[in-house]
């Protein structure tokens, strides 16, 4: 059973990212949280194969989550999904080491090929 945590602010997208990913998975267990204070916290409890990580989020954002996690366990997989298209905070986050950096909105096609990458990751 794959274990997926999804950190973002908004239960809307929490939802969307979640189902879209059951739609091509079917061995997942989804966990959320809503800023990366408790996505830190939740990391740490359930040791996820996967996190999806929003950058734009209170208390603790993204970048600063995925710094927390990557300190704690640098063989984490992130994925980054937000709405900041900028050439320079993609740069910035594939420089630690994340899987992947997705543009929002999130859609079945961006899910499948996230899943897709998933499988052939845990057959490797």
């Given at each position: 059973?794959?274990?997926?945590?999804?950190?973002?602010?908004?239960?809307?997208?929490?939802?969307?990212?979640?189902?879209?990913?059951?739609?091509?998975?079917?061995?997942?267990?989804?966990?959320f949280?809503?800023?990366?204070?408790?996505?830190?916290s939740?990391?740490?409890?359930?040791?996820?194969?996967?996190v999806?990580?929003?950058?734009?989020?209170?208390?603790?954002?993204?970048?600063?989550?995925?710094?927390?996690?990557?300190?704690?366990?640098?063989?984490?997989?992130?994925?980054?999904?937000?709405?900041?298209?900028?050439?320079?905070?993609?740069?910035?986050?594939?420089?630690?080491n994340?899987?992947y950096?997705?543009?929002?909105?999130?859609?079945?096609?961006?899910?499948?090929?996230?899943?897709?990458k998933?499988?052939?990751?845990?057959?490797?």
């Amino acid at each position: 059973m794959l274990k997926i945590l999804i950190v973002d602010d908004s239960n809307f997208s929490q939802k969307i990212i979640s189902n879209l990913l059951k739609s091509f998975l079917d061995n997942a267990e989804f966990f959320f949280a809503s800023d990366g204070r408790e996505g830190f916290s939740k990391y740490k409890e359930i040791k996820p194969d996967y996190v999806f990580v929003d950058l734009l989020m209170p208390n603790v954002n993204g970048k600063e989550l995925i710094k927390l996690i990557k300190e704690y366990d640098a063989s984490c997989k992130i994925i980054v999904i937000s709405a900041d298209v900028q050439k320079n905070v993609r740069e910035d986050m594939e420089s630690y080491n994340i899987m992947y950096f997705i543009n929002k909105p999130f859609n079945q096609e961006k899910a499948k090929f996230i899943c897709d990458k998933m499988r052939n990751d845990k057959n490797e």
